[in-house]
């Protein structure tokens, strides 16, 4: 795909879901430079918004890609802007990077971080229009979600004039409403001879938005239907669990241990998510998300393995 900004490429694009998957050849590295972050266990530096990092190098791409791993750069191997980044970069501005045009450095940047909410918002919108159970609900997904992506289209100047804080509000509100039908339906199913894991019963631990479970063993807990948004799931043990039916949006996945757990039904899972998670071959993810190279990587330590 040499040329994203051509109407029959983006008409491909837009078709065959390739629009909400991060497309690196295609962008001017705009996470490298219009995000903010400190320097820490997942980052390399302290990096103020619009500034380049140091390891951007002239063509847009990482010179440390193949090591991020090696080096313990969890953040960065964690990211994922669900494809805002080539959008702004060959649709938005027409191929014209910040580099060769710095006039529209600025506006660039920051049209990147709200084309990242509204694709965030495509990528879960999207998936709630695949869940029957969330049928009833799926005319107003489809409006909600035509609409974002027709702003995703918006000249940079119309793309910062949104007010993102209520569009988000209403998007969360379809998806509790699918995700509430979708939790209900798997664990009615639960409820018609579902067995507990052997080894005893089931253990009840404390769920909901936000929920603590930080390092906490999970191996034995009920999690079919789970309600786990933005829980606190880093370092928890999760091996060999039933995700089935689970809301998992915005829960914090880093250096969980997702070895042979099974996910491919949980629900509003992101790449980013289980780029931060460690898992393995007998782990089964939903098929819209694919299995991070690094979980293979021998050099990485008890980080991801």
């Given at each position: 795909?040499?040329?994203?900004?051509?109407?029959n490429?983006?008409?491909?694009?837009?078709?065959?879901?390739?629009?909400?998957r991060?497309?690196?050849?295609?962008?001017?590295?705009?996470?490298?430079?219009?995000l903010c972050?400190?320097a820490?266990?997942?980052?390399?530096i302290?990096?103020e918004?619009?500034?380049p990092c140091?390891?951007?190098?002239?063509?847009?791409?990482?010179?440390?890609h193949?090591?991020?791993?090696?080096?313990?750069?969890k953040?960065?191997?964690?990211?994922d802007?669900?494809?805002?980044?080539?959008?702004?970069?060959?649709?938005?501005?027409?191929g014209?990077?910040?580099?060769?045009?710095?006039d529209?450095?600025?506006?660039?940047?920051n049209?990147?971080?709200?084309?990242?909410?509204l694709?965030?918002l495509?990528?879960y919108l999207?998936?709630?229009m695949?869940?029957?159970a969330?049928?009833?609900?799926?005319?107003?997904?489809?409006?909600?979600?035509e609409?974002?992506?027709?702003?995703?289209?918006?000249?940079?100047n119309?793309?910062?004039?949104?007010?993102?804080?209520?569009?988000?509000?209403?998007?969360?509100?379809?998806?509790m409403?699918?995700?509430?039908?979708v939790r209900?339906?798997?664990?009615?199913?639960?409820?018609?001879g579902?067995?507990?894991?052997?080894?005893?019963?089931?253990?009840?631990?404390?769920m909901?938005?936000?929920?603590d479970?930080?390092?906490?063993?999970?191996?034995?807990?009920?999690?079919k239907?789970?309600?786990?948004?933005?829980?606190?799931l880093?370092?928890a043990?999760?091996?060999?669990a039933?995700l089935?039916?689970a809301?998992?949006?915005?829960?914090d996945?880093?250096?969980?241990?997702?070895?042979g757990?099974?996910?491919s039904?949980?629900?509003?899972l992101?790449?980013?998510q289980?780029n931060?998670?460690k898992?393995?071959?007998?782990?089964r993810?939903p098929?819209?998300?694919?299995?991070?190279?690094?979980w293979d990587?021998?050099?990485?330590?008890?980080a991801?393995?």
């Amino acid at each position: 795909m040499k040329c994203l900004n051509d109407g029959n490429v983006q008409v491909k694009q837009e078709k065959d879901g390739e629009d909400l998957r991060a497309d690196c050849d295609h962008c001017f590295g705009l996470c490298c430079v219009s995000l903010c972050f400190s320097a820490s266990e997942g980052f390399p530096i302290d990096k103020e918004a619009g500034q380049p990092c140091i390891q951007l190098q002239h063509d847009f791409r990482c010179n440390i890609h193949k090591s991020l791993s090696a080096r313990g750069l969890k953040g960065c191997l964690a990211f994922d802007c669900f494809g805002a980044g080539q959008k702004v970069s060959q649709i938005t501005f027409r191929g014209q990077d910040w580099r060769q045009f710095p006039d529209t450095a600025k506006s660039m940047f920051n049209a990147f971080l709200i084309m990242l909410q509204l694709h965030e918002l495509m990528w879960y919108l999207t998936e709630a229009m695949t869940l029957q159970a969330g049928k009833p609900v799926h005319d107003e997904i489809r409006s909600l979600l035509e609409m974002t992506e027709r702003w995703s289209l918006l000249p940079a100047n119309e793309l910062l004039e949104l007010d993102m804080i209520e569009h988000r509000a209403h998007v969360n509100t379809l998806l509790m409403k699918t995700s509430e039908l979708v939790r209900a339906e798997a664990r009615s199913k639960q409820k018609h001879g579902t067995r507990p894991k052997k080894g005893g019963s089931a253990r009840k631990v404390k769920m909901g938005r936000g929920a603590d479970l930080i390092a906490a063993d999970l191996r034995k807990v009920d999690l079919k239907g789970a309600y786990l948004r933005g829980a606190y799931l880093i370092a928890a043990d999760l091996r060999g669990a039933n995700l089935r039916g689970a809301d998992l949006i915005g829960a914090d996945f880093r250096d969980a241990d997702i070895r042979g757990a099974d996910l491919s039904k949980s629900i509003f899972l992101t790449q980013s998510q289980i780029n931060a998670a460690k898992g393995d071959d007998h782990t089964r993810l939903p098929l819209a998300l694919t299995r991070p190279q690094h979980w293979d990587d021998p050099f990485v330590d008890g980080a991801f393995r």
